[in-house]
């Protein structure tokens, strides 16, 4: 029953929990009816939720019946967790605080990386201010152009190009790695056109002094020694 | 029900757009479709002679789309095959004369009249590309197993996608002998690269540069590798989408093998 154009039922998600608004005029039959269409709407959310009935009256003695009513009314219907009345003074829903995040030893230890997913095709290029992470290939004739690290968990075929401008640290990393033609910082290597028997397998590029050299991947992994994990 | 327009593009010249659209009009006609084939390349028409239609062009496309002719004027039957019919490109104007918005008012009436609109796309991404693409609804890539045209491909393919259309693959002129000398790129290194659907893979035949010459359909004749390869891409296009591609470097199998010297050798065409 709208009383003042409000609904007797108020439903918000709060931090963990459901945050139920009543008002307590209102008769517990009404109020069970004007909880069931919301819920319903919730289906399987509501399973296991933690609900918090707030009766808007500061919580006093002559609601808790009605709220225990309710909390039956909808752990027996809608399989909801737990069912508890709003305590103190009705702090509103707008101002719980944010829930605190533990803090994490490696949290500031965050990277920036551009994430694109598909097929590189020839007369396409993609540029990465930083990083750049390609799920899937690099088709001959296509560019892929980062200021960091290029990882190309597929075939690299194309043209790839590194730590623009001038990164040595950078590397090129690809499952399958017959490039065109890779470039870190400054410095281009070129493929041996008579060497294509490679491939197949996970290499990376880097700089190793005043050339680029091609390793193994998986024998030479150039970050397994780095610990603690560092930004990259 | 409406029919489809194909276009039959490949970004490199040279590579068969030309022969393939020529054959797949013809096999699809005689499937018993209504195909109307139209030359998009301006300025460089071809598929008039290479389908044995050149001295009956009067009217051609950029006719067409300037409200010079009717459509009905422009349209050039094939006289040996029922149902097929060309629209020529024009041999003295350019490219830029046909805009977007006329191929789409031209493809939604060539929609209304026949099964299959099969659009031969000019060489290149510039104009004609565009033009072709613009009213296409599914688009066949012609690719031959060599880097240049591989990498071409890949680039047109590119761009169907990035106008959502999902092109399939033919692989054209394979030489079988030079792919197990491994002086060619094999159809699965075309695939591999592309990654596309494969519609069809066709052979290196002769009978394909006499068929152009004469202007005898390559379909009809039933002797032609090229021609099987043209007739079973028209059928899975043609309502056969799951008939398997048959894989020129399969050794033959001791059936056909046999089959062929007792003088059954085209029991595919029948």
């Given at each position: 029953?709208?009383e003042?154009?409000?609904?007797p039922?108020?439903?918000k998600?709060?931090?963990d929990s459901l945050?139920?608004t009543i008002?307590?005029?209102?008769?517990?039959?009404?109020?069970?009816?004007?909880?069931k269409n919301?819920f319903e709407k919730?289906?399987?959310?509501?399973v296991?939720?933690?609900?918090v009935?707030d009766?808007?009256?500061?919580?006093?003695?002559?609601?808790?019946?009605l709220?225990?009513?309710l909390?039956?009314?909808?752990k027996?219907?809608f399989d909801v967790?737990?069912?508890?009345?709003?305590?103190?003074?009705?702090?509103p829903?707008e101002?719980?605080?944010?829930?605190?995040?533990p803090?994490d030893p490696?949290?500031?230890l965050?990277?920036?990386?551009?994430?694109?997913?598909?097929?590189?095709?020839?007369g396409q290029?993609?540029?990465?201010?930083?990083h750049?992470?390609i799920?899937?290939d690099?088709?001959?004739?296509a560019?892929?152009i980062?200021?960091?690290d290029?990882?190309i968990?597929?075939?690299?075929?194309?043209?790839?190009?590194a730590g623009?401008?001038d990164?040595?640290?950078?590397?090129?990393i690809a499952l399958?790695f017959?490039?065109?033609?890779?470039?870190i910082?400054g410095?281009?290597a070129?493929s041996d056109?008579n060497?294509?028997?490679?491939?197949?397998?996970?290499?990376?590029?880097?700089i190793?002094g005043t050339r680029?050299?091609?390793?193994?991947y998986?024998k030479?992994?150039?970050?397994?020694?780095?610990?603690?994990?560092?930004?990259r | 029900?409406?029919?489809?327009?194909?276009?039959?593009t490949?970004?490199k010249?040279?590579?068969?757009?030309?022969?393939?659209?020529a054959?797949?009009?013809?096999?699809?006609?005689?499937?018993?479709?209504?195909?109307?084939?139209?030359d998009?390349?301006i300025?460089l028409?071809?598929?008039?002679v290479?389908?044995?239609?050149?001295n009956r062009?009067?009217?051609?496309?950029?006719?067409?789309?300037?409200?010079?002719?009717?459509?009905?004027?422009?349209?050039?039957?094939?006289r040996r095959i029922?149902?097929?019919?060309?629209i020529?490109a024009?041999q003295?104007?350019?490219?830029?004369v046909i805009q977007?918005e006329?191929?789409?008012?031209l493809?939604?009436?060539?929609?209304?009249?026949?099964?299959?609109?099969?659009?031969d796309c000019?060489a290149?991404?510039e104009q004609?590309?565009k033009?072709?693409?613009?009213?296409?609804?599914d688009?066949i890539?012609?690719?031959?197993p060599?880097?240049?045209?591989?990498r071409?491909?890949?680039r047109?393919?590119?761009?169907?996608?990035s106008?959502?259309?999902?092109?399939?693959?033919?692989v054209n002129r394979i030489?079988p002998?030079?792919?197990?000398?491994g002086?060619m790129l094999?159809?699965q290194d075309?695939?591999?690269?592309?990654?596309i659907?494969?519609?069809g893979?066709?052979?290196s035949?002769?009978?394909?540069?006499?068929s152009?010459?004469?202007?005898?359909?390559i379909v009809?004749?039933?002797?032609?590798?090229?021609?099987r390869?043209?007739?079973?891409?028209a059928?899975?296009?043609?309502?056969?989408p799951?008939?398997p591609?048959?894989?020129?470097m399969?050794?033959?199998?001791?059936?056909?093998?046999?089959?062929?010297?007792i003088?059954r050798?085209?029991?595919?065409?029948?």
């Amino acid at each position: 029953m709208p009383e003042n154009g409000r609904l007797p039922v108020r439903l918000k998600g709060v931090g963990d929990s459901l945050w139920v608004t009543i008002d307590p005029a209102v008769s517990a039959e009404e109020l069970k009816t004007a909880l069931k269409n919301p819920f319903e709407k919730l289906k399987k959310l509501a399973v296991n939720a933690r609900v918090v009935i707030d009766p808007q009256n500061g919580g006093g003695r002559e609601s808790e019946p009605l709220i225990e009513e309710l909390g039956s009314y909808l752990k027996e219907t809608f399989d909801v967790g737990e069912v508890r009345a709003a305590t103190e003074k009705a702090d509103p829903p707008e101002a719980s605080a944010p829930q605190e995040i533990p803090a994490d030893p490696l949290s500031d230890l965050r990277g920036d990386a551009r994430i694109i997913a598909g097929r590189v095709r020839s007369g396409q290029k993609i540029h990465a201010e930083n990083h750049l992470v390609i799920l899937g290939d690099v088709n001959p004739g296509a560019e892929v152009i980062a200021g960091g690290d290029i990882i190309i968990l597929g075939g690299l075929r194309g043209t790839a190009v590194a730590g623009q401008p001038d990164n040595e640290e950078a590397v090129i990393i690809a499952l399958d790695f017959r490039p065109t033609q890779i470039q870190i910082g400054g410095l281009a290597a070129a493929s041996d056109p008579n060497d294509a028997g490679r491939g197949k397998f996970p290499e990376f590029a880097k700089i190793d002094g005043t050339r680029i050299v091609i390793l193994d991947y998986t024998k030479d992994n150039p970050f397994r020694r780095l610990a603690p994990p560092e930004k990259r | 029900m409406d029919g489809k327009v194909v276009v039959i593009t490949s970004g490199k010249g040279g590579v068969g757009k030309t022969t393939v659209t020529a054959s797949l009009g013809a096999a699809l006609a005689l499937q018993g479709k209504r195909v109307a084939v139209v030359d998009m390349d301006i300025g460089l028409r071809n598929l008039d002679v290479v389908m044995g239609l050149e001295n009956r062009i009067i009217f051609n496309v950029v006719d067409v789309v300037q409200g010079k002719c009717k459509l009905k004027q422009a349209l050039i039957k094939d006289r040996r095959i029922n149902n097929l019919y060309l629209i020529p490109a024009s041999q003295s104007d350019e490219k830029n004369v046909i805009q977007p918005e006329n191929m789409k008012w031209l493809c939604k009436r060539l929609k209304k009249e026949f099964d299959f609109t099969l659009l031969d796309c000019p060489a290149g991404i510039e104009q004609g590309f565009k033009n072709s693409i613009e009213a296409a609804d599914d688009a066949i890539v012609v690719c031959m197993p060599e880097i240049s045209s591989v990498r071409d491909a890949d680039r047109v393919i590119g761009l169907l996608y990035s106008r959502s259309i999902e092109p399939k693959l033919v692989v054209n002129r394979i030489v079988p002998k030079m792919v197990e000398r491994g002086d060619m790129l094999s159809h699965q290194d075309v695939v591999d690269v592309l990654s596309i659907d494969l519609i069809g893979l066709v052979e290196s035949d002769e009978s394909v540069v006499v068929s152009t010459n004469t202007g005898l359909p390559i379909v009809m004749q039933k002797e032609s590798k090229a021609g099987r390869a043209f007739n079973q891409i028209a059928m899975r296009m043609n309502g056969h989408p799951d008939l398997p591609v048959e894989d020129p470097m399969a050794p033959k199998s001791f059936w056909k093998k046999l089959g062929g010297r007792i003088g059954r050798k085209n029991r595919m065409q029948s």
